[in-house]
């Protein structure tokens, strides 16, 4: 059975810092590429950064220079580093995991940026 699951979600206020996890079981995890979406009320669901099988790291323009996201196959974890936060970036955060046909998502952790 496959789960990502996220955590580090939380409340933090204005230029404030999280760093979000998520640990996959049931892939083989080295052969994944990895992501992070978001989803805020009212909002589809858009990609803040990915990760390749071999650790190239692409964020979106929203968020480069303030976003990290990396991995660690030792620990089957992809994280993502958020730095800088501003009230738009509340919204619910999803891990992905790719690889051929398969596609996964996690549950998701909630951020809320609010002073």
């Known amino acids: 059975q496959v789960q990502l699951v996220e955590s580090g979600g939380g409340l933090v206020q204005p230029g404030g810092s999280l760093r979000l996890s998520c640990v996959a079981s049931?892939?083989?995890?080295?052969?994944?590429?990895m992501g992070w979406y978001r989803q805020a009320p009212g909002k589809q669901r858009e990609l803040v950064a990915r990760?390749?099988?071999?650790?190239?790291?692409i964020p979106a323009d929203s968020v480069k220079g303030r976003f990290t996201i990396s991995r660690d196959n030792t620990k089957n974890t992809v994280y993502l580093q958020m730095n800088s936060l501003q009230p738009e970036d509340t919204a619910v955060y999803y891990c992905?995991?790719?690889?051929?046909?398969?596609?996964?998502w996690g549950q998701g952790t909630q951020v809320i940026v609010s002073s």
């Open positions: 049931g892939i083989d995890f080295r052969f994944y590429a």
């Open positions: 990760i390749t099988f071999d650790a190239n790291a």
């Open positions: 992905n995991a790719v690889f051929v046909k398969n596609n996964y």
